[in-house]
């Protein structure tokens, strides 16, 4: 089949290349508006050819959405018309508003899926064949599907190498807030109070690796993380909520010297690697 990737940064890239390493596509095409960037994925030979909306609708059997969460609901109205054979796979990190945007004339064709994996580098030039190796994707809300579209996207990501997991898109946002929005939220907090307060040159001293990890990802896209907080408003507000109420439990027995109830305060949380 040919495999159409609209988005050419990290995770439309790393689709591309994966496509390519297990040769899974026939033709991978692309679509980019921004000239700069066309070049950058036509030096790094991400896809077979750089076609506009109508041709990759054309041409495309299969039409994968690795683009912002904002940019993907623009984007369903240029996808109308398409053909009903055509499968839509968007990689969006929120769900539940994205579901209830898809038009319904193409609402079967449309697949909504997050793959759970990537990290703080974005273009073109930050695609990795083996992103999605070992990792877990999302659908979310099959039954508005038909089994004609399920099947192609779960045979396009088993064969990268992915896990699938089935979820319904409300509850897919309340999850993924917890692993992943609220961490965004904390890192980007985290790197704003180290530089209210530190200068650089301390930071570039002292930084070591626990800073390092915790702030890695407040290096991610601006504008990505913004669109992702406000289509998962009400479920990031109500994270924030728990999370300060951990912070001031922990805040007050340090402010009252009650050290063993710390300890043990860590100590619980760090069962959660007996999950993970």
């Avoid at 759970?116 to 073109?124: A, D, L, S």
């Avoid at 002292?206 to 896209?221: C, E, N, P, V």
Wanted: proline residues 3%; aromatic residues 6%; hydrophobic residues 40%.
């Amino acid at each position: 089949m040919n495999i159409g990737i609209i988005g050419l940064g990290l995770m439309g890239g790393s689709i591309a290349k994966a496509l390519k390493k297990y040769n899974i596509a026939k033709k991978v095409y692309g679509y980019a508006h921004n000239e700069k960037t066309k070049k950058e994925i036509i030096a790094l030979n991400l896809v077979d050819d750089l076609l506009n909306i109508e041709e990759l609708k054309e041409k495309s059997d299969v039409i994968i959405l690795a683009i912002p969460v904002d940019s993907i609901i623009k984007m369903m109205p240029l996808l109308e018309g398409i053909s009903k054979n055509t499968t839509i796979i968007d990689m969006g990190s929120t769900k539940e508003i994205i579901t209830k945007n898809i038009p319904a004339s193409i609402r079967e064709n449309f697949v909504a899926a997050h793959p759970m994996t990537g990290n703080e580098k974005n273009g073109p030039s930050a695609a990795m064949h083996d992103l999605y190796e070992g990792k877990t994707i999302v659908f979310c809300d099959l039954e508005k599907n038909s089994n004609t579209h399920v099947n192609k996207a779960f045979k396009i990501f088993q064969a990268i190498g992915m896990r699938i997991i089935l979820m319904d898109a409300k509850e897919h946002d309340v999850h993924a807030c917890f692993m992943s929005h609220l961490p965004h939220l904390i890192s980007f907090s985290l790197a704003n109070t180290v530089m209210s307060k530190e200068d650089p040159k301390s930071i570039i001293a002292l930084a070591a690796g626990g800073f390092k990890d915790m702030s890695r990802i407040a290096k991610s896209s601006p504008d990505m993380w913004t669109d992702i907080f406000r289509q998962n408003k009400e479920n990031l507000l109500e994270s924030i909520d728990m999370f300060e109420l951990h912070m001031e439990k922990v805040k007050q027995m340090i402010k009252n010297d009650e050290y063993d109830d710390v300890k043990d305060w860590m100590i619980k949380a760090n069962t959660l690697h007996e999950i993970l």
